[in-house]
């Protein structure tokens, strides 16, 4: 994510002609693209392949926890789980960043220092976005200031389904401005936006406000991530590098569970965006669960056996 | 990072290739006593099994055991019976299906992705389609109890061969005919586990006999004067000469020929999947597709964009193995299919067309093609004309959609016709000039047997599939 | 009156809407039943075989892309113009050879099968077509076009069975090349008159007078003619117009109605027609 800094935003357009440009956007086929992503998960990932998948797909993960229970011990937890995920296995690579609510930003911050982890923070009123802009900004602000290194922000849905892509727009620009040097990730809450128009729009419209990362879901709305909706996400970075030459990040989050589920992510990430962005700089996977399966299933590729669930820590 | 997927061959374990095959007439396994011809697996070109060629008098023979079937089993047989032994057909092939889908693709030299996830399904769905029909003939809208032909003679081609057997014979059934079917020569494998297939299902014999050998095999079964029908699916050429030959007799032909589908890209398409469908229209099954995309006519204005996600696209396929079930393009069928897709693609170069394909690394044994785009193509080249029936594209552009139409028409074929565009109105208006047998807007290469498919002008005559398909097994 | 001398009707040929003569200049002498002079017909050419399949090419465009409705009150407007002319028909029918009464049931037949036919036009799209219910988010459906340019080589029964053969081949929207009974060509050029007085575009019927044997080789052997209807030709030329039809593949429906008396079905609207079929995804 080296030079998202130095990307200025797009000159600001006024509302209708940022409106004539993302609905200029080529269109989306939903059953072409249902179809494309389908087909992309026939891949037979086997063997040496898989055992590299499993360890790109760790160390892509943000573990995630985003509950109204979470406390600085379940969260030091997790931290501990990411930082050695496998402790019979040093060979395992760490996750990639820790996501948390804002209040548990300082916690996480301290138990991942030195590890090189990333200290990622939903923001902006996360899930639902709800709130005044001035609480979003403060938000944003506090998680930074508390240590995060990414932030997760949520967009206005109801204004880009109002039409007010502007004030989406302004508000993502805003929060870029509040991130500082952390890292801003966009979520669309694409179970809410629907089609994969939408989702197209709203990729477009993140990437000149200037997100870092554009993101699939909070992982509390049904559908969260899909493989079609990160399809069209990657079609996007890829059309949006070959427009402007900057590279923008895709994570898929809510909903992946299993190994094949992950490897059926770096698939499409592969096939669609391209080995560019196969690595945890360019793309994460926002899970939770996910990451003891993909320690189970690697624990297999190098036994031969297949394992249990006792056999991994629950965090 | 590099994303290498390692080899992920399907098991061959599933399949019992035995070193010769008969011919299967009035429902055993016999010889024939034409000179045998050996089937090779065209990825590596070894031999699979010798097969038999029918002769005159085995040909015969066959007829003979149809027309006895027809007459005395098959013919008076109600449809509700009919029906369930079709039904049955249809559940043994789904119960064997991965051996047939890996027989196929080992034969044939198709992906075993594209043999196990569509010709396979389709294979089953038309014998359940057509299952249902045969006690409901009286309600098809061809009169209140419409009779069957009698014996239909059927040839089919190398492309899908299990699912043309399906096409063919299904129907045929249903309808109360028996069949006499000559598989094509480079892959007659599944034909044969099918006929092993009708012994399972315990189908009366005689109702299905399956002849193997060439070209002369199939002229013998068509100039057989015991056959009240022929249905052909293959070349324009082959087609010609059938019509010929039985041109003054009286028996009903159908036909499924040769194509050369534009396929039109508009400036507001949706490209991401409009690509992916130039991509399935053409490169599906190696291009060995009558109804394959191959003119990409695409409008001048996005002709730039279009071409370089295209291109972009093409260089993911995954060329090699059929057995790979990460393969997407397979093997050439044949040597001389080989030979036929060099000699186009050559003229296409001397005619002045740009040539491109991506950087691809073909097994050295088998018989290979890289997918090949042409650009710069005019509508005079031979490569926008002749059915090339292989892994190449001819690209053109437009500017109105009249002319658009214009050039999708200025053919001989008329088999299919692709339209992309978000504008619904622009499709409709499109599809009613388009002059072909079906038409895909925003999708492309689809198939169900439910859905009529058959041509316009020198693709063919008749229809299969639907309730449009039993007309052509039906006296009416 | 009976020292009046009549005014004779010269029979020309009927191509793209015009009354031209042939190219060729000839004529035959075509005779009444009792084998008296009747008048001279044209005797087609091949040129004019050219000529008339150009001029049915030409209209087909326009024809096929009428709405259904528009071409059955085409036809319907014919109708109510036969039946005007129904005295004409009767004795031009006498003229030959009929008796009376059945030239005049013939007409009679004529009309109401045109009036049959005509009602057709917008019908045999929902009787022929249908939405098919595939497997998947897709919409898919069949309708029944036009062929194209279709020749046809009518039957003897001077009217009756001309319109028989006609109607069907143009109500469904294709154009055709006639080529008139060789006998009884006169009747044939009467209803070119009246088409040529109707609202029918021009070139949608173009009517031969000559003869058979050597203008059909000629239409079943152009390339861009798209289908036969071989209903007057005798069975002993069948396998060798058929051989010529094979070069382009044309869709041919070989002879075997001798009765045009009979209830037609609907097995000749639907000879001509291709089943189109089309696919759209379903999705938002």
């Known amino acids: ?315 | 990072m590099d994303f290498e997927y390692a080899p992920a061959p399907e098991s061959r374990s599933v399949v019992d290739i035995r070193p010769s095959y008969g011919l299967f007439v009035g429902g055993e396994f016999t010889g024939g006593h034409g000179e045998p011809f050996k089937s090779i697996d065209p990825s590596n070109e070894e031999t699979l099994a010798e097969i038999a060629t029918a002769d005159e008098a085995d040909v015969d023979r066959a007829v003979k055991a149809a027309r006895t079937a027809f007459e005395k089993v098959w013919g008076p047989m109600p449809g509700r019976e009919r029906a369930k032994y079709l039904y049955r057909i249809a559940r043994i092939i789904q119960e064997r299906s991965r051996e047939l889908a890996v027989l196929e693709s080992i034969d044939n030299g198709k992906p075993i992705r594209e043999s196990r996830d569509v010709d396979l399904p389709l294979v089953a769905a038309h014998f359940f389609y057509y299952a249902g029909w045969a006690d409901k003939l009286g309600h098809a809208g061809f009169g209140g109890d419409p009779r069957p032909l009698g014996v239909a003679g059927q040839v089919i081609p190398w492309n899908f061969p299990l699912l043309m057997l399906a096409w063919k014979i299904a129907p045929a059934l249903a309808c109360g005919n028996t069949v006499v079917l000559k598989p094509a020569e480079t892959t007659p494998l599944t034909a044969l586990v099918f006929a092993d297939i009708c012994r399972q299902a315990e189908l009366p014999p005689g109702v299905v006999n399956i002849v193997t050998g060439a070209g002369e095999t199939g002229r013998l079964l068509v100039g057989h004067p015991g056959i009240d029908k022929i249905a052909f699916t293959g070349s324009t050429e082959v087609g010609k000469q059938i019509a010929r030959t039985v041109a003054g007799t009286g028996k009903r032909v159908t036909l499924e020929l040769g194509g050369k589908a534009a396929n039109v890209v508009f400036d507001d398409a949706p490209l991401d999947q409009a690509v992916e469908g130039i991509v399935n229209g053409i490169f599906f099954n190696q291009g060995h597709v009558c109804c394959a995309g191959s003119r990409l006519l695409v409008q001048e204005s996005v002709a730039e964009e279009l071409l370089a996600r295209l291109k972009a696209r093409m260089a993911t396929l995954r060329v090699g193995d059929p057995l790979d079930k990460n393969t997407d393009v397979g093997a050439i069928n044949s040597a001389e299919q080989l030979a036929k897709i060099r000699e186009l693609s050559q003229a296409g170069e001397a005619e002045g067309a740009g040539r491109w394909s991506p950087p691809c690394e073909l097994p050295q044994r088998g018989f290979w093609f890289a997918p090949t785009l042409f650009t710069g193509v005019a509508q005079s080249h031979r490569i926008a004309r002749e059915e090339i029936f292989g892994p190449v594209l001819s690209v053109l552009t437009f500017r109105t959609p009249a002319e658009a139409v214009e050039k999708a028409n200025n053919t001989p074929f008329g088999l299919s016709a692709g339209v992309w565009t978000e504008k619904g109105s622009r499709i409709l208006w499109m599809a009613e000039r388009l002059r072909a047998g079906v038409v895909w807007a925003n999708t492309f290469n689809k198939f169900d047997p439910a859905s009529p498919f058959g041509g316009y002008k020198e693709s063919g005559f008749g229809r299969e599939g639907g309730r449009h398909g039993l007309e052509a097994y039906l006296d009416v | 009156m009976s020292d009046r001398l009549s005014v004779r009707k010269t029979y020309k040929l009927f191509i793209g809407g015009a009354f031209p003569r042939s190219e060729s200049g000839r004529s035959y002498v075509v005779n009444d039943g009792k084998g008296r002079f009747l008048a001279n017909a044209s005797q087609a050419s091949r040129k004019d075989v050219r000529d008339a399949v150009g001029a049915a090419r030409k209209a087909f465009g326009g024809w096929s892309g009428r709405t259904a409705y528009n071409r059955g009150q085409i036809l319907y407007r014919v109708a109510e113009m036969l039946e005007g002319r129904r005295a004409q028909f009767v004795d031009e029918l006498h003229a030959t050879g009929l008796a009376k009464p059945a030239a005049s049931d013939e007409v009679d037949r004529a009309v109401d099968r045109w009036v049959w036919y005509a009602g057709w036009a917008d019908k045999v799209g929902a009787v022929a077509g249908s939405a098919n219910p595939v497997s998947g988010p897709f919409f898919n459906f069949s309708t029944p076009e036009p062929t194209g340019v279709v020749g046809v080589v009518a039957p003897d029964s001077p009217l009756l069975g001309l319109v028989s053969v006609v109607a069907p081949v143009i109500a469904t929207g294709n154009t055709a090349v006639v080529v008139a009974s060789e006998p009884a060509p006169l009747a044939a050029i009467t209803l070119a008159e009246v088409l040529a007085t109707s609202d029918l575009p021009g070139g949608v019927v173009n009517l031969l007078t000559g003869r058979r044997a050597e203008l059909a080789p000629w239409l079943a052997s152009h390339m861009d003619v798209n289908a036969i209807d071989l209903a007057g030709v005798a069975a002993e030329d069948v396998r060798e117009l058929e051989v010529a039809a094979a070069e382009n593949l044309k869709r041919v429906l070989p002879p075997g109605i001798s009765d045009w008396s009979a209830e037609p079905g609907t097995a000749r609207l639907t000879a001509f027609l291709e089943t189109k079929t089309v696919w759209h995804p379903v999705g938002v």
């Not at chain 1, 072409?32 to 992309?40: K, T």
């Not at chain 1, 590299?52 to 797909?57: E, G, K, R, S, W």
């Not at chain 1, 200031?145 to 880009?160: H, L, N, P, Y």
């Open chain 1, 1 to 315: 994510m080296g030079d998202a800094g130095e990307v200025s935003t797009e000159t600001l357009t006024s509302g209708p002609e940022l409106r004539a440009f993302l609905h200029g956007l080529p269109g989306v086929d939903q059953v072409g693209a249902d179809e494309r992503a389908a087909r992309l998960a026939t891949r037979s990932i086997k063997t040496s392949a898989k055992a590299q998948a499993i360890d790109l797909a760790i160390s892509m993960v943000d573990l995630t926890t985003l509950e109204g229970a979470d406390t600085p011990g379940k969260v030091r937890a997790l931290c501990a789980k990411g930082a050695h995920p496998d402790p019979s296995d040093p060979g395992v690579p760490k996750v990639a960043a820790i996501c948390v609510y804002p209040d548990m930003v300082a916690t996480a911050a301290e138990a991942l220092a030195g590890t090189g982890i990333g200290i990622a923070s939903v923001a902006t009123a996360f899930p639902s976005g709800r709130a005044p802009m001035e609480a979003k900004l403060a938000d944003t602000a506090m998680a930074v200031a508390d240590g995060a290194t990414e932030i997760d922000m949520v967009i206005d849905r109801g204004a880009f389904l109002a039409g007010d892509y502007l004030k989406v727009h302004e508000e993502i620009v805003a929060v870029k401005q509040a991130c500082g040097d952390a890292h801003l990730k966009v979520i669309f809450e694409t179970g809410e936006l629907v089609t994969y128009d939408n989702v197209r729009r709203a990729s477009w419209l993140a990437m000149r406000a200037g997100a870092d990362f554009i993101k699939t879901s909070t992982g509390k709305v049904a559908p969260a991530a899909t493989l079609p909706v990160t399809l069209v996400m990657l079609e996007a970075v890829r059309d949006y590098r070959e427009q402007t030459g900057r590279m923008v990040g895709v994570k898929p989050a809510g909903g992946i569970r299993t190994t094949k589920d992950a490897v059926k992510y770096l698939v499409l990430v592969n096939e669609t965006a391209g080995p560019d962005w196969l690595t945890p700089q360019w793309f994460r996977l926002g899970a939770s669960s996910l990451l003891n399966d993909l320690l189970m299933q690697r624990r297999k590729l190098s036994t031969g056996v297949y394992s249990g669930p006792d056999y991994f820590t629950l965090d």
